[in-house]
Nanobody, 123 residues
Framework: QVQVMESGGGSVQAGGSLRLSCTSSGFTYSGNCMAWFRQVPGKEREGVARMHTIGARPYYADSVKDRFTMALDSAKNTVYLQMNSLKSEDTAMYYC????????????????WGQGTQVTVSS
């Protein structure tokens, strides 16, 4: 059974940094796609960053490019989302999603999701 778990959310002032972690387990094949999405109440979930664990470079949404960095620790089956220069508009519930392949930002195609971790940025 595939499990996905995020951690690392919290509250920070604008301009600050946070690092989120996401660990996946239970995949029966080597390599999988890990993606970060975020959602504000009343709005659709939006893709933030994604990468495949075998040899792929991360892709970022324009809204976070040059501020967020996604990295992989393959030994721990964990991806990280380093968020720098945070803005109030980054406030959201952040979700980690996983699947065998990446599906761009189409959230409905990612089968496995964590419960989410809240990020709050105060101005």
């Amino acid at each position: 059974q595939v499990q996905v778990m995020e951690s690392g959310g919290g509250s920070v002032q604008a301009g600050g940094s946070l690092r989120l972690s996401c660990t996946s387990s239970g995949f029966t094949y080597s390599g999988n796609c890990m993606a970060w999405f975020r959602q504000v109440p009343g709005k659709e979930r939006e893709g933030v960053a994604r990468m495949h664990t075998i040899g792929a470079r991360p892709y970022y949404a324009d809204s976070v490019k040059d501020r967020f960095t996604m990295a992989l620790d393959s030994a721990k089956n964990t991806v990280y989302l380093q968020m720098n220069s945070l803005k109030s508009e980054d406030t959201a519930m952040y979700y980690c999603a996983a699947d065998q392949f990446c599906h761009n930002w189409v959230e409905a195609r990612y089968r496995y999701w964590g419960q989410g971790t809240q990020v709050t940025v105060s101005s």
